[in-house]
């Protein structure tokens, strides 16, 4: 009489052990990899950030008032040394000015609207600017300085 024998974990003597449990997909979700990329983008945009300031080199004055606090970013607008005018980073005359603001402000005349002049522009150059924006019906200005160093 032939028998065969079979180990205890062979199904019925087949030669087949345990294949079933090898190829189960996995029921964990493994996070690490997303934790890492998470980590990786924080990083990069905490470099970044710095850098997405309005980008006309200004010298500002310093002043020990305390920042205005806000959730929207403002309209910036820039007056430099030799007084020329820019919203944001685009060089605009006097005359486009008010145009273009009214274009640009998604919250109508509520907008927030900052006001960079260089340390060296001329004051009657940025009292202009500020004259023709509050005319225009815009009230929420604000000029922006550098913190006072002690």
């Known amino acids: 009489m032939a028998m065969q024998m079979g180990t205890a974990g062979d199904d019925a003597g087949t030669g087949r052990r345990r294949r079933r449990r090898r190829h189960q997909p996995m029921s964990e979700i ?26 006309v080199p200004l010298e500002l004055p310093e002043t020990q008032a ?25 060089e605009v005359s006097a005359e ?6 009214s ?4 919250n109508g005349y509520e907008e927030r609207i900052f006001v960079r002049g260089d ?7 940025i009292m202009r600017v500020m004259g023709r924006i509050n005319a225009a019906g815009y009230t929420r200005l604000g000029l922006v300085t550098l913190e006072e160093q002690e």
Do not use: H, W
């Not at 486009?96 to 603001?101: A, G």
């Not at 274009?103 to 998604?106: F, L, R, T, V, W």
């Not at 340390?119 to 150059?125: I, L, M, V």
């Open 119 to 125: 340390r060296s522009a001329d004051y009657g150059t």
């Open 30 to 55: 493994n996070v690490t990899p997303f934790v890492d990329v998470m980590l990786v983008l924080l990083i990069i945009f905490m470099v970044a950030a710095p850098l997405l300031t309005v980008g």
């Open 103 to 106: 274009a640009i402000a998604e």
């Open 66 to 90: 305390k920042p205005m606090e806000g959730t929207n970013e403002p309209i910036t607008i820039s007056i430099d040394a030799e007084g020329r005018i820019f919203m944001q980073e685009t």
């Open 96 to 101: 486009e000015l008010i145009p273009t603001l």
